[in-house]
């Protein structure tokens, strides 16, 4: 899987992402114990660490290439 894959997949499980957290805070499926604990302790984790690689992406591209 080439790089412009992975970044594509990373933006759009963050975009995802951000509309799952999205109804979390905007709906009243807050009340639901089961998508409250879901989007705290998976989608928004989640969110942080997609965004914090799309972010730093040509850090991690060097980190995981492989030297000759």
């Known amino acids: 899987m080439g790089g412009n894959m992975t970044k594509e997949i990373m933006r759009w499980l963050h975009i995802t992402g951000g509309m799952i957290l999205f109804a979390y805070v905007y709906t009243p499926l807050a009340e639901n114990p089961f998508f409250a604990d ?12 997609t965004g914090l690689v ?3 992406w040509p850090l991690f591209r060097g980190l995981f290439r492989k030297k000759d």
């Open 54 to 56: 799309m972010w730093q």
């Open 38 to 49: 879901t989007a705290k302790y998976m989608i928004f984790p989640g969110l942080a660490l």
